[in-house]
């Protein structure tokens, strides 16, 4: 059994330590905390889950004292708390004003001390009480946690550091600590809101209600109490409610929200409507066909909401890492601060202040922070794009792509029938147009519905004569009184004509005759998507090595779509197991830590899907079984969204790397450099507050990837 809470934590050193202690409750078989969702992610028994449920609740409180855990759906779990997200205490409120009023005493220190010689009791008096203004709420957050025996976190490092240096008489490094440590919370504050702003836009493609028709008036109703068969009215202006069928009206609906594109969608009689768009021009009616639980806006939610709960695998890592990281570093302290001293006579003092030094520089928070920051803000903006990541695991499987494999119909092609080309003998291309179309005007066959649209007009049925469908062949009518003949050439062939023209293998070759005299032929084929060069052309940009195609399509036709689209290799004639027996050879051949990314419609591609590395369903607003079966869902119909999703997945990936690599160099540096008396406490607060700073912008910078720009040179028809 599976369950959501939301949770009261704010703090990263929290969330793992609480990760780490559910993790080892009996009947637990998975866990997963994020501070920056406020959500707890479990997974245990279902026979003995709200006992199971319960034990996490005390544990949790056994770290995190005011810990209170709801579950999301609005029912409350026994010891669990308020369904109610707590709003921020006095500390936090007024943090800003305390940050503000100590460096006021910092700087009326500083000038007291250097310019007016003040010493003693009324100098530490200005520092002091400047301290105290601004970690009062740090001090008590330790002293509680010491009372309930919970585990150091930075907060006590930090308050360790700043009353050893006042005490040691070193009182403005003793202020800069502290005061500079809670104006990088307020600055890490304000990143981790933007970033849940960032995914909170999101959550509001969420219907408030439903105006349904009952009785012939409308009422206006909870979408979830909406009946499957009832019919709901959407003003404009207003978000369609619920998944059904339009029965009255005519509109369009934005569907920006869900695909990140601005085309609007028509809304007409008969036409499907998705719950999540906005009904933008004229009053529609929807006939409900699924209940608000399975409607795209609920399935998209769920999988926005669980997106947090799959950790990539250097968020896992931090985590372990500052498991260890920060007591090693804290004993280190004390063996700087203590073992000289012990070992031989020393300046006991110096010593002590270098052991402050370390005990800054260890706080691990640059760290626990702004990589599962990074990794948040990625998923938010690939889905500010319309692209649904189910978590950053699969963000950073996406990010090692190297070979990228599309299905053909309906994934780089319409998967819709059209002219092609048009080769007339013995007359013009307008006649022979306009005979085939009135030929093919009783049936109902997707090649002549093509021919038919081509045509551009509609044909008189006075025009037409006897109809007769030749079964596998083609059709043979009268139009204006000439025996028309459309089909293949075995048609041609049982009236007598032998020689045909083809232009190539790019299509199905319709041959026409009149009165029994080869009149040429029309090719039809599956047109490429506009942008579906572009798709190829920015994947390869992104550095992927091979994009191929895999097909149940001929051989020809597979590769004249390859080479139109400039492909690197391509796959025919496959049957369904046929293509997962291709894609197992390609992920075999791949070295380790590289994956191979999968691209079908969803539907018909499901097993592909799952067993690619990261299967990706496109062009799949509203199909359930493209949300159920992939690891990434492409709102819209573009193959341009697939190089979009890998672009946001390297920067991600790259940005995440950044924040790594510089926090552990610049503090390991510090490290390293304190017992030989190289630093200072000003460069330890730099080592900490100022990385933590710089990596949590970098991390925000995640939010603001953009699409690849590629040359968007839609593919022409002859």
Same mark, same amino acid.
């Given at each position: ?45 279902? =026979? ?30 026994? =010891? ?67 009372? /309930? ?59 408030? %209600? ?55 969608? /028509? ?153 092609? %080309? ?30 038919? %649209? ?94 191929? #195609? ?80 992939? @690891? ?48 200072? #406490? ?5 080592? @900490? ?26 593919? #022409?028809?002859?």
């Amino acid at each position: 059994m599976r369950q959501t809470y939301t949770i009261n934590i704010d703090e990263a050193e929290e969330a793992w330590l609480i990760e780490a202690a559910v993790a080892k409750i009996p009947g637990v078989t998975a866990v997963s905390v994020s501070f920056l969702r406020h959500r707890l992610y479990l997974e245990a028994a279902a =026979a003995d889950f709200k006992k199971i449920a319960n034990s996490v609740a005390k544990t949790a409180q056994d770290i995190a004292p005011d810990f209170a855990m709801t579950v999301l759906d609005g029912s409350t779990c026994t =010891a669990c708390g308020d369904d109610e997200e707590e709003e921020g205490g006095w500390g936090e409120r007024t943090l800003p004003y305390r940050v503000v009023a100590a460096f006021i005493l910092l700087v009326v220190g500083t000038v007291l001390e250097y310019f007016c010689n003040w010493t003693g009791l009324p100098l530490y008096a200005v520092y002091g009480t400047g301290l105290l203004i601004v970690g009062a709420d740090v001090f008590v957050s330790v002293a509680v946690r010491i009372w /309930h025996l919970q585990p150091p976190d930075e907060k006590l490092l930090m308050s360790i550091a700043s009353l050893g240096a006042f005490a040691i008489g070193q009182c403005p490094e003793a202020l800069a600590v502290m005061l500079f440590y809670q104006f990088g919370e307020i600055l890490e504050d304000r990143a981790v809101d933007r970033s849940r702003r960032s995914i909170k836009a999101l959550m509001d493609i969420q219907p408030q %209600h439903a105006t349904v028709l009952r009785d012939g008036q409308p009422t206006t109703v909870n979408p979830a109490d909406v009946n499957v068969g009832e019919t709901v009215v959407v003003k404009p202006g207003e978000r369609i409610p619920l998944d059904g069928t339009v029965v009255a009206g005519d509109s369009y609906a934005d569907t920006s929200a869900l695909t990140g594109e601005s085309v609007p969608r /028509h809304l007409r009689e008969g036409e499907p409507a998705l719950s999540g768009c906005i009904n933008t021009t004229a009053t529609v009616k929807i006939q409900v066909t699924k209940p608000y639980a399975d409607s795209t806006v609920a399935r998209i939610l769920a999988l926005i909401e669980d997106s947090a709960a799959r950790k990539s695998s250097s968020e896992r890592f931090i985590t372990k890492f500052a498991h260890y990281y920060t007591p090693a570093v804290v004993a280190a302290a004390l063996a700087v601060a203590f073992l000289p001293d012990l070992l031989w006579p020393a300046d006991w003092a110096t010593w002590l202040y270098r052991g402050l030094i370390f005990l800054v520089v260890s706080c691990p928070c640059a760290l626990v922070v702004s990589v599962p920051l990074s990794c948040f803000c990625g998923l938010g903006c690939a889905s500010k794009h319309g692209i649904l990541i189910k978590g950053s695991n699969y963000l950073e499987a996406l990010a090692k792509a190297d070979v990228v494999v599309f299905d053909k119909t309906g994934t780089l092609t319409t998967g819709e029938f059209a002219v092609h %080309h048009v080769h007339p003998v013995g007359m013009s291309r307008d006649e022979l147009v306009d005979l085939a179309a009135g030929a093919e005007f009783y049936s109902d066959h997707p090649i002549s519905a093509s021919i038919q %649209h081509y045509a551009g007009h509609g044909i008189a049925a006075t025009r037409v004569g006897e109809s007769q469908n030749v079964a596998g062949k083609g059709v043979r009518t009268f139009v204006d009184g000439k025996e028309v003949n459309v089909g293949n050439q075995s048609l041609m062939a049982d009236i007598g004509v032998t020689e045909t023209l083809t232009c190539g293998p790019t299509g199905t070759n319709v041959h026409v005759s009149v009165d029994r005299a080869y009149a040429g032929h029309i090719v039809i084929s599956d047109r490429a998507k506009p942008d579906s060069i572009a798709a190829v052309r920015a994947l390869h940009a992104e550095g992927i090595r091979q994009v191929r #195609m895999l097909t149940g399509d001929s051989r020809p036709v597979a590769a004249a779509v390859a080479g139109e689209l400039g492909l690197d290799g391509y796959d025919a004639e496959l049957l369904p197991d046929g293509k997962t027996a291709r894609l197992e050879e390609l992920i075999a051949a791949e070295p380790k830590g590289r994956t191979v990314v999968y691209v079908g419609d969803g539907i018909n591609d499901a097993p592909a899907l799952a067993l690619a590395d990261v299967g990706v369903a496109m062009g799949c607003l509203g199909a359930d079984a493209a949300i159920e079966s992939a @690891d990434v869902v492409v709102m819209d119909d573009s193959p341009a969204k697939v190089a979009t999703g890998v672009r946001i997945a390297k920067h991600t990936e790259r940005i995440v790397k950044e924040n790594i690599v510089f926090a552990l160099a610049v503090k390991f540096g510090v490290l390293f450099l304190t017992p030989l008396g190289l630093t200072n #406490m000003w460069l330890a607060i730099f080592a @900490d507050v100022g990385v933590l700073i710089i990596a949590v912008l970098n991390a925000v910078r995640a939010l603001r990837i953009k699409e690849p720009a590629t040359d968007a040179t839609p593919a #022409m028809n002859a």
